[in-house]
Structure formats: structure tokens, C-alpha cells
Antibody
Framework: QVQWVESGGDVVQPGGSLRLSCAAS????????IHWVRQAPGKGLEWVAF????????YYADSVKGRFIVSRDNSKNTLYLHMNNLRAEDTAVYHC????????????WGRGTTVIVSS | QSALTQPRSVSGSPGQSVTISCTGT?????????VSWYQHHPGKGPKLMIY???KWPSGVPDRFSGSKSGNTASLTISGLQAEDEADYYC??????????FGGGTKVTVL
């Protein structure tokens, strides 16, 4: 059974940094690309980033490009999201989601971890 | 990367059918057959319901069906059940290795 355990969410001041983690189990982690998707309070889902199965390529939404970096450690079955220069509008629940190999959709999602950017 | 347009809410009685629209542009929904739909109960991770416009993942009942015409995709829930009450989101490939979601639709079972 595919499972995600997300962690790292916290309250951080504007301009600050945070690292989110997603630990995976139940599948061969290194075979799949992974997405990050977020949901701000009262808002819809927003695609944030994607990393290839081997970490060789990453893609970002314009809203986070240049501030967020997605990485992975396949030896630890763990995905990361390094968030820098955080803004109030980054406040959201952040989900990791497995891509089945298509790039175009996500087949298993985590519950998410909450990031609050506030002074 | 503007969000796709979905109705804020739809409702129906048990056993009825409801349809949720998802309108984009020729740069996303209209340009690719890569529309997916997700069911989201608050506090849980979203669940994939439809991918590639009209395909079912394993375990999703065929009461859920997807279609697309031009720049608008649709999700139809037939034989509405109480457990279908949730938020639903469409998602489309938008080119240049990006994805775009809709604003979400709350489905209420009366």
C-alpha cells in the first residue's frame, strides 16, 4: 500500500526558509516522478513543482520559480521541498503526490503538511 | 498559468446525476487530452478519479465519467451517493512542463 508521510510544516516569518519532507513507502520510490501541490486556505489546489524519478530534472510553477527547490534522496525514499524567501501567499497545505509515469496526473497523494507564513 | 474555471458548487439528490464543468483555453484543456479529476475530502489527500480525460483508475466506480469538448472538460457523477459529497478539482497539462488546476467545485448531496 502506497503511503506518504509529510513533515516539516511550521510557522515562519516572511522572508524566511523552510524544508518540507515526504517519506514514501509501499512502492519503488526511485522509479517515479513526484509532484508537490499546495492548497491555500479557502482556495483551490495549485501545482507547485515536479521532479523526475532520478532527480535529473525539475519543473516549477511561475509563482515559486527561483525561490523553491525540489530534490529527492532515493536511498532514503524521501522527497524534499526547500522553500526560500517565503511570502504570506505561500501559506498553504503542501501535498506530495506520486506520478504513475505519465507526468500528467497524480495517482497517490499524501495528507499534506501545513506552512504558515506570518510575522 | 491562470486557474481553470469550475462552478463553485453543484448539488443533487441521491440517485441523480450531476455534471461539473472545467473551462480552460486552447493552451491547456483544449490543447491536450491530459485532463484529470480529483475528489478531495477536507483533511485527506485528494483521490484520483479520472485521468487522460475519460479513463478510470483501478477502484473508481464507473458512476464517475469524464469527457471533453473544445476547451471544456466535464466530470459526470451518475447515481449520486452520500459519500460522493466532497470537493472536486480538474487538472490539465498546460505545456512547458506545467500543470494547472481548476478552482474546485463543492458537490452537495441533498
Amino acid at each position: 500500500q502506497v503511503q506518504w508521510v509529510e513533515s516539516g510544516g511550521d510557522v515562519v516569518q516572511p522572508g524566511g526558509s523552510l524544508r518540507l519532507s515526504c517519506a514514501a513507502s509501499g512502492f519503488i520510490f526511485g522509479n517515479y516522478g513526484i509532484h508537490w501541490v499546495r492548497q491555500a486556505p479557502g482556495k483551490g489546489l495549485e501545482w507547485v513543482a515536479f521532479i523526475w524519478f532520478d532527480g535529473s530534472n525539475q519543473y516549477y510553477a511561475d509563482s515559486v520559480k527561483g525561490r523553491f527547490i525540489v530534490s529527492r534522496d532515493n536511498s532514503k525514499n524521501t522527497l524534499y521541498l526547500h522553500m526560500n524567501n517565503l511570502r504570506a501567499e505561500d501559506t498553504a497545505v503542501y501535498h506530495c503526490a506520486k506520478d504513475p509515469g505519465s507526468w500528467y496526473y497524480m495517482d497517490v497523494w499524501g495528507r499534506g503538511t501545513t506552512v504558515i507564513v506570518s510575522s | 498559468q491562470s486557474a481553470l474555471t469550475q462552478p463553485r458548487s453543484v448539488s443533487g439528490s441521491p440517485g441523480q446525476s450531476v455534471t461539473i464543468s472545467c473551462t480552460g483555453t486552447s493552451s491547456d484543456v483544449g490543447g491536450y487530452n491530459y485532463v484529470s479529476w480529483y475528489q478531495h475530502h477536507p483533511g485527506k489527500g485528494p483521490k484520483l478519479m479520472i485521468y487522460d480525460v475519460s479513463k478510470w483508475p483501478s477502484g473508481v466506480p464507473d458512476r464517475f465519467s469524464g469527457s471533453k469538448s473544445g476547451n471544456t472538460a466535464s466530470l459526470t457523477i451518475s447515481g449520486l451517493q452520500a459519500e460522493d459529497e466532497a470537493d472536486y478539482y480538474c487538472c490539465s497539462y498546460a505545456g512547458s512542463h506545467t500543470l494547472v488546476f481548476g478552482g474546485g467545485t463543492k458537490v452537495t448531496v441533498l
